[in-house]
């Protein structure tokens, strides 16, 4: 069946060249800020349309949202379209799933001060007691077993690690309710949050939360920010509470191109901490991105033009 695409943002040349080879021939494409005329499009690809971009077309049927998650705004402006059904791309999963891995090791492993006082020529840290905690036989708790949550599972079993998850459902013999959280968080050796921020999970790990994980229990948040509470896990950081953390993503970004070079990503000196792990928010990241990219939406639209059901559905009451 012939399915109209309009993409609000074009793809660069390169990436957009994969795009159109790897389309379906039943799919047709439309690019750019300025809408088609007529404005007949089956689906829409734009990451924060506005509403005259949702009611241009009286044939719309599906938003795809090119990364995952729902921004805010997004979803407050669905709701008067409720005939739209809602999509992600999942295609950054494995490299998100990577970064929580690398920074679990670097967090438990010390790496990055260690790597820091080598580089002045200092093999201090060699012969002191060694800071490195073993991750072999430890147990990890995985908060969203999504996409990314079940890509760092498997790579936690490769190190011998026990995995319990915590899904909102469909749970299984390693994954858990919401509601076991305060039973499992004691047991957590390893926490690795992957949660997409909504109003429900807003502060879901809080300073009750990690006053229940062991003292030399590792965090890693690849999920968003405001998932943990900002101060509490300063605190816990800071007095020790928390053994170390390697955090991806944060509360604070810059507002605009300018403010990059010189935005604190947090209201407290997460940055003076020897037991952090710091980085801005690339985890789904990676040079072969935008080509991956392309490669996920293409099967989606291709699902589309062959009459099947487009994966990874956005339940807009939940957020994801």
């Not at 929580?100 to 093999?123: E, G, Y």
């Not at 899904?167 to 004691?186: G, K, N, V, W």
């Amino acid at each position: 069946m012939m399915v109209s695409v309009h993409v609000l943002r074009s793809p660069d040349p390169a990436p957009l060249d994969h795009l159109r080879a790897s389309l379906h021939p039943d799919v047709r494409l439309t690019l750019g800020p300025d809408l088609p005329s007529p404005a007949d499009y089956d689906i829409l690809v734009a990451g924060r349309p506005q509403r005259e971009h949702l009611a241009a077309s009286p044939n719309l049927e599906a938003l795809v949202i090119p990364w995952a998650g729902l921004p805010p705004e997004t979803r407050e402006l669905l709701r008067d379209f409720p005939g739209v059904a809602v999509h992600n791309l999942h295609h950054n999963a494995s490299a998100a799933a990577e970064m929580a891995v690398a920074l679990m090791l670097a967090a438990a492993k010390f790496i990055v001060p260690i790597d820091r006082t080598f580089r002045a020529h200092d093999w201090t840290p060699r012969y002191r007691p060694n800071p490195a905690i073993s991750l072999e036989g430890k147990a990890v708790l995985i908060l969203g077993y999504g996409a990314i949550g079940r890509r760092v599972a498997r790579a936690c079993r490769g190190l011998g690690m026990e995995v319990m998850a915590i899904q909102r459902s469909d749970a299984t013999d390693e994954t858990y309710p919401p509601q076991a959280l305060h039973d499992l968080l004691p047991r957590a050796d390893v926490l690795v949050i992957c949660l997409p921020h909504t109003p429900e999970t807003t502060g879901i790990i809080g300073a009750e939360e990690l006053a229940l994980l062991p003292s030399d229990a590792v965090l890693v948040n690849v999920g968003r920010g405001p998932v943990v509470d900002e101060g509490a896990l300063y605190h816990a950081l800071r007095e020790g509470a928390l053994y170390a953390a390697g955090l991806d993503v944060w509360y604070n970004y810059p507002g605009d191109k300018a403010a990059r070079s010189h935005t604190p990503p947090s209201a407290y000196p997460f940055h003076e901490l020897d037991n952090v792990v710091m980085s801005p928010h690339r985890a789904g990241g990676s040079k072969e991105m935008e080509i991956q990219r392309m490669s996920h939406l293409a099967a989606l639209l291709n699902a589309a033009a062959r009459g099947e059901e487009m994966p990874n559905r956005v339940d807009l009451q939940v957020g994801y």
